[in-house]
């Protein structure tokens, strides 16, 4: 059993701390956020100890692992502290904006040998699983193209659009990492980005759609589309094409139903909208593996380095918007 | 070069003369309808002659092969009139609606050998032709079931329904022959029947939908449902379900595009609509193995026997309807 | 808090008194069955206390409902016991094989007004219970036709065909009441069944294929096929053909992978496989639609009535399958 | 009746030719190959007489215009003495692999006003022009991205390659063209390549697979995927993100038969291999507009500015992967 602290009860926060909670090899023993009431809202749903401050939840004996679901800005102190205290750690994406932080305090930490994984649960969905073991077992050989599309179903409040670092740290990231899933190391990055969806994220300084090429160092090609708007749900699809043939990860809905009238014929359902929907059997796998990791010491799919390898590739894309040119990475 | 006399010049005769008209391997001679407008208009479309009267085209030396789609209760005696005259014969369905005079013609003109063709156009649609070819290879093993689905955009006029012979013999009439192409001779057969889309239909002494159930002499079941009207097309489909698997014959669009929205996704276009835009490549295919009938004496895929037994299992249906028993056929 | 007894601990009652276990609005107090390494085992997962016999779970003071998942003969003894001891009942499909015996118990029980479910859940399937929605909120306008195409991977232990009470009242009930929640009341049943799967199945007297043609008193006509065997998985859909359009339930995969290579294109996983995979969510929602029947005196969407119909259903498709008629229902 | 001369009697040359002789608005007066026999087989085919050289057909007074399928060296001096004899030309792609030598040779002719049409097929294409009208009428709102895919089955023959120009100008020519039929003018280019299919290729020094982006003029964004390789048939697909959902053209098959077994469900055919096969009606439907611009004075859908515009979003493209940079086009 494996006894855990949420610090941060979000909506993210408060779906991982009902998963744990539901879990048979975890316990919820700590809550804490810094708003009072989602904090109270949450340790009443689950059952668990509210903390009056993050430092009780990562003091408490009966913490094993700290999930750290709080804004981005607060991440990597967290990590710190639980990894100083002992804990395991499983941190939200992006672990933090600033690589040069990342990179800092992994040289503070490393020597611990602690336990971290990086929160990108696109990795722990079936599907994808299931595309990336294809791929392995050499289905359609060697992989060549991959295509990834990836669209939010709308844009979120500017607020946030303002201290997310931006679409390709926020959003992006999540999409690097997969093509490092299915790919492997990247050695290169071009970016184009527009404002096409909502003015006010334009006056924030950021752009809401972006396409993207990437180079891995196998030598095969990477293209990722991203938007702030979807009109038919959360638009999650991958095209993997190798030499044997290509394996596509579709979209998902909430039924199969088929619909069939005088102006369109089997329609199916808007796609699941939004991750919480789309994403909920790889948030299970996500807790369930990393419970792994604490009880029987297997190696995080996503560690630490794989947070900071998407953010580098975040940099890198924002390089290339702003200078045109497709960004080398050593 | 298979010299044509084309009957009936409505909307399948016309249709035909043109197929003929373009086709490589014939040349259309003469056309006739009782209304003189219809023929003079296929005339010129074509090249080809107006006849006066049948008996003309009929007995006219520039003639091999006459291709019938006058009206039904014409069919048998300008087929007999055809092969008294030396004439191979291409006869729309049903070849009549009185299976005694079909088998009394058949007295009268079997020792002549002639080279007679039903119109039982599907036999040559490439998706039923290549789901019948992957049967015979053994794709899917022994064939158990067989479910056709077979739906009209719309009911036709009721005067047409007066003189049709009713659903049966006028429009499962294809399905029953696509049962014994796909699955060998019917042994027994049951239909319900109901009036759900035209009072006047029902006015009229006939059904407007049906569902029956065919038993095969290998112990195969067979179903078919059948409505006067299905908003989104013209709904032809085939699943024929084996020990190994199941093959599916889809409908088909004049487009392959797919549309995503706010309250459908993967939206693809209604179904061709209607028979000739459906079944396009199999008429062209029906006349080309015609030809190579008359030409190179190859036996026709679908004889007179075949327009025969078709009408055998619309006549069983319509007895099982009427008494609610499921009919034997000796 | 609903407190709950699990009568008969095999496959189904596990994955119920797990179900049970988990639920937020339940307890699952005791478990039975004849086998005390199957309930000891259900007991050890649950936390649940083993019962030495069913008259002790029955009669436990915190018991307020039971969960009947033991072998078919012993539902109806059992479920009128409950109902005696005060307990709500959710029994699972058949309540019994003979329906004399359950219009005699109901002769008995009913003046209790006793809370009764029959343990139907593909009524409570997500995308069924779509398509019923869509369906009363007039999609496709007046139900015309229904296909219900319902075939398992493999045949069952001859063993359980022989006290199976035969294809119709085993497997066809389902189906039989799926028709029922579909379209109401049903007026007439034929059936034609073949032996096409398992030669021991047809040496017990039974049947392993089935063709099914049911109309309802509205005028609706409805097509069920069945067979013991299915080689690409638990094949479980339905089409429903309305004045507008048609509705599917189309059959439901563990990924959204397509295949495509030099072979075929497009290529999905096969369906999911057997009934407690592809209706995890429909148990889940029956389960949690039973507790609201007994905290809120919520009315059962499958009470003992339709229990009771879709056996009258099975044993007129028997009757017809050995007259060869049509059976009208009163 | 609008009367031909066809140069070039290589596949493609040999299909328009066809399809020219069974036009009903169209003759096909001359035919003419260097090679004697390729001309000598498309003239029996089609009854068409055999020029001794490209002169004697150019200066035939019964040839109202002139189809140029020859080797791309030859084309853009076969176009410009068609148009100084007063001809009309329908020029296959590309016009010439030198954007200096289109533009010095638009100069010499322009004043003429010639007819001319570039041989981009797929604006004709059923599908892709349903697609270009539905953007157009609004369905998807303001066009935000485009990703067009576009693989051939197999490479051509390295001797090919040599000549082609390049994957760019010879194969993406197609797509760039594609982009503008969708989107409007292009204002950058970014390309990169890569050499996965056959050595060969690279030592002939071009690339066998790429990855495209373009910006156009009004902000939206498009990618462009490419392959020298493609096991399943000829991949032609386009999808379109708007600000109200998304258009997808998909492949298509010579059958719409899906299969279902114990390995994959709903395996759909191969698609349509290769050009001739999957852009039929698209050859068809773009003879049928040129007789139009010849007979109407029709404007080309594709005159010779597209060709231009297309060769110029090539070289921006091989700019591009030589430097890594976006091009900006004037």
Redesign the interface.
């Known amino acids: 059993m494996v006894k855990f602290a949420v610090l941060g009860c979000g909506r993210i926060g408060r779906m991982h701390a009902i998963n744990l909670a539901?879990h048979p090899r975890a316990e919820l023993a700590w809550v804490f956020d810094v708003a009072d009431s989602a904090a109270a809202s949450v340790a009443e749903a689950t059952g668990a100890k509210q903390a009056r401050d993050a430092e009780e939840a990562l003091a408490a004996s009966d913490v094993d692992a700290v999930l750290i679901a709080s804004s981005t800005n607060t991440h990597l102190d967290l990590l710190e502290r639980a990894v100083e205290a002992g804990k395991a750690v499983l941190c939200e994406k992006p672990i933090d904006l600033d690589l040069a932080k990342v990179d800092a305090c992994w040289g503070r930490i490393k020597e611990r040998n602690p336990t971290i994984m990086t929160g990108f649960n696109r990795r722990f969905d079936?599907?994808f699983r299931?595309?990336r073991d294809?791929l392995q077992q050499g289905?359609?050989g060697?992989l060549?193209?991959v295509?990834i599309?990836s669209?939010d179903p709308g844009p979120p409040p500017v607020a946030y659009i303002e201290v997310s670092g931006g679409l390709f740290r926020d959003m992006t990231i999540h999409d690097f990492d997969m093509a490092r899933y299915l790919m492997g190391e990247i050695v290169?990055v071009?970016a184009?980005g527009?404002?096409?969806?909502e003015p006010a994220i334009k006056s924030a300084g950021d752009i809401d759609?972006?396409?993207i090429?990437l180079?891995s160092a196998d030598?095969?090609?990477?293209?990722i589309?991203n938007?702030r708007?979807?009109?038919?749900?959360y638009?999650q699809r991958i095209e993997a094409?190798g030499?044997?043939?290509?394996?596509?990860?579709?979209?998902?809905?909430?039924?199969?139903?088929?619909?069939?009238?005088?102006?369109?014929?089997?329609?199916?359902?808007?796609?699941l909208d939004f991750f919480i929907e789309r994403y909920t059997p790889a948030y299970l796998a996500e807790i369930d593996h990393f419970v792994d990791c604490c009880e029987r010491g297997v190696t995080p799919i996503a560690g630490y380095r794989e947070g900071r390898e998407a953010l580098r590739l975040a940099d890198a894309a924002l390089e290339s918007l702003q200078t045109?040119?497709?960004v080398a990475l050593g």
């Open positions: 539901r079936p599907t299931a595309l294809r289905e359609i060697k060549e193209q295509v599309t669209r290169s071009f184009v527009a404002n096409l969806v759609a972006a396409m090429i180079e030598g095969a090609l990477c293209h589309n938007s708007r979807c009109t038919y749900g638009d094409f030499e044997l043939g290509m394996l596509q990860a579709a979209n998902q809905r909430p039924s199969s139903i088929q619909a069939w009238g005088s102006k369109a014929t089997e329609a199916k359902d808007p796609v045109g040119k497709k």
